[in-house]
């Protein structure tokens, strides 16, 4: 590409250079996965560090710790929907089934149905919106939960011998 002026008279903020980098990183042809070694290589060629390229993949792992933990979260509270969705169903079939027995007369089982089901759309509602405050609240004391049973776990040998 020849030098022109118009190419040496532009300048990018940081944040542009990186989203240009990534994309640019995502469009070349790699098979596989790079090694730590390739890395340095793209680092060293970009100025950077090694002790700056530590510290950012020590971050970049952090950062998906955190987002397999999200994950994991999340999963378990989709489980947890799931299984109320199916006890919601079983358990108002049979009291439809209840109600018919009886003759239809009167539709109690459906008050029982729409309460409950009302109450179960309002967790399904809480499950898939992962923003904000509730959810915040709600994945600290899963995640927190979560780590006490993994201290409990690895350290049940030494706390009950035998």
């Not at 169903?89 to 009291?95: D, K, P, W």
Request: glycine share 6%; with cysteine.
């Amino acid at each position: 590409m020849p030098f022109s002026q118009s190419t040496a008279s532009r300048s990018y903020r940081q944040e542009d250079i990186q989203q240009i980098l990534n994309l640019a990183i995502a469009q070349q042809a790699h098979e596989g996965e790079f090694s730590y070694d390739q890395l340095l290589e793209i680092a060293e060629e970009m100025e950077i560090s090694a002790e700056t390229l530590h510290y950012a993949e020590r971050l970049w792992q952090q950062n998906q710790s955190g987002l397999q933990r999200r994950q994991a979260f999340n999963g378990y509270r989709k489980a947890q929907l799931k299984r109320r969705a199916g006890r919601y169903a079983i358990v108002n079939t049979g009291l439809c089934l209840l109600n018919g027995l009886t003759g239809f007369s009167v539709l109690w089982f459906a008050y029982i149905a729409l309460v409950w089901g009302l109450k179960l759309s309002l967790n399904a509602w809480s499950v898939y919106h992962t923003q904000g405050e509730a959810y915040e609240k709600a994945f600290q004391r899963w995640n927190r939960k979560k780590m006490v049973g993994q201290w409990f776990q690895t350290n049940a040998k030494r706390l009950f011998p035998g």
